[in-house]
């Protein structure tokens, strides 16, 4: 499928997981794509492999004159901005220490707040004039299954990828008339290289509640995104596409009510 032929594309967190294999899958659709991550030489290796249509950014969602930078980069570099994917997260080994209200430390607080949503609004501030003036653009930000549910560590993850959905909202309501949608995926999960390698190997309670019978993969979400980026979603904006296989689908207690019913 040719379906984003001559489109330029910023995937961010690209060098690995959900946003590497986005990339390939954009860049395999007939965009241009900037694939931006702090990890420089992973971001290049992903554009190197891709080839001439994709280039390897280092900047940091952190820093707001980062993301302003790689934005205004993209546009020059590539003549146009149709796409953004708004991706990054901090989810590396400080996971551990985002536990509950009572407990996380500020800093962790702030510096998941800045990388998981304010680099996103950044990124669509910068983006919207350029799309804009093309005519329109698709903007995807990734949220998580996280933004709609509790959980009993993890309040600023959770809580960043909630305000990413009200973000996503409100780009698409502030910016239609620009042709400009905005939507949102909600990962179930996903079983990206790091989590593999996480040592997290028994996914029994996660397969007792994803109704499919496989696990997600990295190509499930860029597939979503490659068709929210395309004219063939033109008529969506606005919102969440789960792609959890029906995780968020059912109530959490009915695998061991029907457990409990066959007198498991
Ligand atoms: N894998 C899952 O099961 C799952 C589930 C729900 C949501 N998600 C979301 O999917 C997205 C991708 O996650 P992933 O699972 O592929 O993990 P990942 O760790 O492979 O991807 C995150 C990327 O963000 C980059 N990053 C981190 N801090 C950055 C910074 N300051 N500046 C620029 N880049 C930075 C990392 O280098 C990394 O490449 C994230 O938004 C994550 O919250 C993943």
Not at 53 to 79: I, L, P, R
Not at 152 to 167: F, P
Not at 168 to 193: D, F, K, S
Request: net charge negative; with cysteine; aromatic share 8%.
């Amino acid at each position: 499928m040719n379906r984003l032929e001559g489109k330029v594309a910023i995937v961010t967190g690209g060098a690995g997981g959900i946003g590497a294999a986005t990339a390939r899958r954009l860049a395999r659709e007939g965009a241009k794509v900037l694939v931006a991550d702090i990890a420089h030489e992973a971001a290049e290796a992903v554009a190197a492999a891709i080839g001439d249509a994709a280039h390897g950014y280092a900047f940091d969602a952190a820093d707001n004159d980062s993301v302003e930078a790689m934005v205004e980069f993209a546009a020059q570099h590539f003549g146009r901005l149709d796409i953004l994917h708004n991706n990054a997260a901090y989810v590396g080994a400080d996971l551990a220490r985002d536990s509950k209200v009572t407990d996380i430390p500020y800093d962790l607080w702030d510096k998941t707040m800045a990388i998981n949503l304010r680099a996103y609004f950044v990124g669509c501030r910068f983006a919207i004039p350029h799309m804009a003036r093309t005519g329109g653009g698709s903007i995807i930000n990734t949220a998580s299954g996280s933004a709609f549910l509790g959980d009993l560590a993890r309040v600023a993850y959770g809580t960043s990828k909630g305000a990413v959905v009200s973000l996503t909202r409100y780009v698409a309501t502030q910016h239609a008339a620009e042709g400009i949608r905005c939507n949102a995926i909600a990962p179930g999960l996903i079983m990206t290289p790091a989590f593999a390698n996480s040592g997290q190997t028994n996914l029994e309670p996660f397969m007792k509640q994803i109704l499919s019978p496989r696990v997600g993969t990295p190509d499930d979400v860029a597939a979503a995104v490659a068709y929210l980026a395309s004219d063939e979603a033109g008529y969506i904006t606005g919102t969440v596409l789960h792609v959890d296989g029906g995780l968020s689908a059912h109530q959490p207690y009915v695998a061991d009510f029907e457990a409990m019913l066959a007198g498991g």
